[in-house]
């Protein structure tokens, strides 16, 4: 089943840690602050998408316009108020699996690395306790274009000293798929992506990784 890659890109909201709930919410206050309707449902559609992408989705739904910095000053409240509800994670927000499978995957000598969209990847990585665990981050702050483009990937690749065939992507939202396929990446599909039957393996659990990466 397996292959042996030199080095994993890990998305990392639903991948390495779970902060959806903290997006939720916060774009929930802006949202609601200005009379936009928003749910869960319209929630998932932003997974994997960049804040600006993100906003413009919800926007969807305001019967107004807005200029371009009232959407960047949205936008930056969204981001404060996501970090300050990211002040409340720890360590115990990192699953034993996804540590254990992590020690494994390094044990072997494969090179890990994270490809985020989020400008606030090291934040989370530093309270989940994994602030300086990877060889490699590529985020938010250093690419232009947003998944489904594949720049954060290659980027992290790149970091890394590695080509794309040789590294595998691993994910949980079609748009970051479509990404590690655009970028001639395999890649690894867990929870929603899953279900899209898109990637080269589709996982049910994140330990899975460990028979994927033979």
């Not at 992590?102 to 994994?130: K, V």
């Not at 595998?168 to 970028?183: N, S």
Request: aromatic residues 8%; proline residues 2%; negative net charge.
């Amino acid at each position: 089943m397996g292959k042996r890659y030199g080095g994993i890109v890990f998305d990392l909201d639903g991948v390495i840690c779970h902060t959806d709930k903290y997006h939720y919410r916060a774009w929930k206050a802006v949202a609601d602050r200005k009379g936009i309707y928003f749910d869960e449902t319209i929630n998932n559609r932003l997974r994997g998408v960049s804040r600006m992408e993100s906003l413009k989705i919800i926007l969807e739904r305001y019967d107004g316009t807005l200029a371009e910095g009232e959407m960047e000053a949205l936008a930056a409240e969204k981001n404060e108020i996501y970090r300050r509800l990211l002040a409340g994670m720890t360590p115990a927000d990192l699953s034993g699996e996804v540590r254990r499978t992590l020690e494994g995957l390094r044990e072997r000598g494969i090179r890990l690395a994270i490809g985020s969209s989020s400008r606030n990847a090291r934040l989370i990585l530093s309270r989940i306790g994994l602030g300086d665990y990877f060889d490699a981050v590529s985020d938010g702050n250093n690419i232009t274009h947003s998944k489904p483009d594949p720049e954060v990937f290659l980027k992290a690749a790149q970091f890394l000293g590695l080509s794309p065939r040789d590294c595998l992507v691993v994910e949980d939202a079609k748009a970051g798929v479509e990404a590690a396929a655009a970028g001639g990446f395999d890649s690894a599909a867990i929870g929603d992506a899953a279900r899209l039957r898109l990637a080269t393996y589709d996982m049910e659990r994140f330990s899975d990784l460990l028979s994927i990466c033979e």
